[in-house]
């Protein structure tokens, strides 16, 4: 029997099905490529939970000069150990609130992408990080590539497209969801493997 993606919402206003659409069409929007198959199958032993920032853990990282975040930010954890992603993101409804939500989410999910393609990658840093890395040191190439590329946002940046429904069921329209490009990467994880530090 083949294993299905957990998505858990602990939250209380979110349009849980609209998430879903937009975390499912993310994630195996990865997968463009019969060969690619395997990686699908790895995306499903997955579990992504949805929880408000007001949950968080106010010691949460050690991000900033005096070790503690505020709660109100969206944040997130993603243990390739455990095969989870832990979200914090802002528990109101809306298309707007959505849109900034999406930006933390799709950046968990994309360490969860380069852990599923590359679990053993390593590379150097192109830019300072926002926690711990150093341009030029090496980490974890699912860590580094989501950092550095969130720094080259620009150059990086795609959209996820989601469609409204009213309460009928009819379409009523699309929202497009920013979130960072890893096609390139995953398209030919082979040839892209060569080019980093194993």
């Known amino acids: 029997m083949v294993d ?3 998505i858990h919402f602990f939250t209380e206003h979110l349009d849980e099905r609209k998430y879903t659409d937009a975390i499912l069409e993310y ?7 019969k060969e690619l198959y395997e990686y699908a199958v790895e995306f499903n032993k997955w579990t992504i939970n949805i ?23 969206p944040h997130g954890v993603t243990n390739k150990n455990t095969k989870t992603a832990d979200i914090w993101v802002s528990d109101k409804n ?4 959505m849109l900034q939500n999406f930006v933390t989410i799709s950046h968990e999910l994309a360490h969860l992408v380069l852990v599923v393609f590359f679990p053993t990658a390593r590379s150097q840093y192109r830019h300072d990080d926002k926690s711990y890395g150093k341009k030029g040191s ?15 946002w620009k150059d990086w940046k795609r959209y996820v497209t989601i469609f409204r ?16 490009e890893l096609r390139d990467l995953c398209d030919n994880p082979e040839s892209a493997s060569a080019s980093f530090y194993q």
């Open 51 to 73: 929880f408000p920032t007001r949950l968080s853990d106010y010691d949460f990282g050690q991000v900033n000069n005096n070790g503690r975040l505020n709660t109100n930010i």
């Open 4 to 6: 299905s993606i957990n």
């Open 27 to 33: 994630l195996f929007g990865h997968i463009r490529k």
């Open 94 to 97: 809306g298309v707007y609130a």
């Open 165 to 180: 429904w009213n309460f009928l069921g009819r379409n009523i329209g699309r929202i497009r969801l920013p979130c960072l």
């Open 138 to 152: 090496m980490g974890n190439f699912s860590t580094t590539e989501v950092h550095d590329r969130e720094k080259e």
